[in-house]
């Protein structure tokens, strides 16, 4: 099973910018697409961002879209998540996750989860 490394997390002041990094341990014909996901204190995790290995366009949660960016180095095993104009509400813990599915949105659809990076923005 792959493992997932987070990185990249801290304190930022909103309208900040901050870019996480997940590493993976392997690269598989069983992972297409890499996301990320956040957990707010007392809410559920959430869908923010997805991509795949193989290319074609990345897809976003309407909260994030427009300011954040998701990328990939396929040489490095690493997939990145560019946070622009932070807002205090992005404050969570940020899960890095892989999918066999080139489509997937749900926490469902992924099999391997990182341990989390927190990230949190002041008022």
């Known amino acids: 099973q792959v493992q997932l490394v987070e990185s990249g997390g801290g304190l930022v002041q909103a309208g900040g910018s901050l870019r996480l990094s997940c590493v993976a341990s392997?690269?598989?014909?069983?992972?297409?697409?890499m996301g990320w996901f956040r957990q707010a204190p007392g809410k559920e995790r959430e869908f923010v961002a997805r991509?795949?290995?193989?290319?074609?366009?990345?897809y976003y949660a309407d909260s994030v879209k427009g300011r954040f960016t998701i990328s990939r180095d396929n040489a490095k095993n690493t997939v990145y998540l560019q946070m622009n104009s932070l807002k205090p509400e992005d404050t969570a813990v940020y899960y890095c996750?892989?999918?066999?599915?080139?489509?997937?949105?749900?926490?469902?659809?992924?099999?391997?989860w990182g341990q989390g990076t927190q990230v949190t923005v002041s008022s």
């Open positions: 996750a892989a999918s066999p599915f080139s489509w997937a949105r749900e926490r469902s659809d992924f099999r391997s």
């Open positions: 392997i690269r598989t014909f069983s992972i297409d697409a």
């Open positions: 991509i795949t290995w193989s290319g074609g366009r990345p």
